[in-house]
């Protein structure tokens, strides 16, 4: 990819001081364009704005709260002078229990994290983006969302949710200049692990055809096309990325 590809281009990326966000971003800088990290992590994503170097900056921000995306977004706007891009990352997996025992507490967490959180940030920002008569979204779900994981029923739910408000977004921008897209991959070996039982683990990795889990780099890959003017003809889509699970 070369450093003009996103010349010009700004872009949020949700979730991005570590893991697949920060891939992301990272790949986004190299191209070109302005990122702005955001996190509720506000150390760790300024750090990691930091090595980017020029062109990456750093926000502190909770996806759960709308008023606080909503400020985000114009406070965002007006720092690097608009928005094109839109990556939403950020998210958790929640316990692995069965559903009949799952904390009603820790449900409320996942689904304002990884649905809630999606629909705030698209929100405040899809009008931005209407203004520059341009924008790019891209969603993270999950294959879990597609075919649901037994004992993860808050994040498999979530993660259906997004896989859903992608086709309806996409639908209503389907005449303006904004695609709206989402990639469903296989568990990446992020810290995202820590949260996860081993068996829980080893019955995604059973799963997986291929044999391995996806790296944070194929997916950076592939959300980069979808973030890119190349990807022109494609909205309100589910690209897949898991070895092989899934063929749909």
């Known amino acids: 990819m070369t450093k003009t590809v996103f010349a ?15 891939a992301i971003a990272e790949r986004l800088h190299d191209g070109g364009a302005q990122v702005c990290l955001w996190d509720m992590d506000a150390a760790l994503a300024s750090a ?3 090595e980017m170097g020029e062109g990456a900056t750093a926000r502190a921000v909770d996806v759960t709260d709308d008023k606080a995306v909503a400020d985000a977004a ?30 009603v507490d ?30 790019r979204i891209v969603n993270i779900a999950s294959v879990a969302g597609k075919e649901g994981n037994p004992n993860a029923p808050a994040y498999s739910a979530a993660k259906a949710g997004v896989i859903g408000l992608t086709k309806s ?12 897209n989402c990639v469903t991959p296989a568990v990446a070996k992020t810290r995202i692990f820590d949260q996860m039982t081993e068996e829980h683990i080893g019955y995604m ?31 309100g889509a589910v690209f897949d990325i898991t070895g092989g699970r899934s063929t749909y």
């Open 8 to 22: 010009g281009r700004r872009a949020i990326v949700t979730g991005a001081a570590q893991g697949i966000g920060r």
């Open 48 to 50: 990691a704005a930091a």
């Open 74 to 103: 114009a406070a965002t706007a007006e720092q690097i002078g608009g928005i094109d891009i839109l990556v939403n990352n950020a998210g958790i997996s929640g316990p692995n229990v069965p559903t009949w025992e799952y904390p």
């Open 106 to 135: 820790d449900w409320r967490q996942v689904l304002d994290i990884d649905l809630n959180g999606v629909f705030y940030c698209c929100r405040a920002i899809v009008p931005i983006m209407l203004k520059g008569d341009y924008g």
């Open 169 to 180: 977004l996409g639908k209503e921008l389907a005449e303006s200049n904004i695609r709206v």
């Open 205 to 235: 990795l059973s799963k997986i055809p291929m044999g391995r889990f996806v790296d944070v780099a194929e997916i950076a890959a592939l959300v980069v096309w979808l973030s890119s003017e190349e990807c022109s003809f494609s909205t």
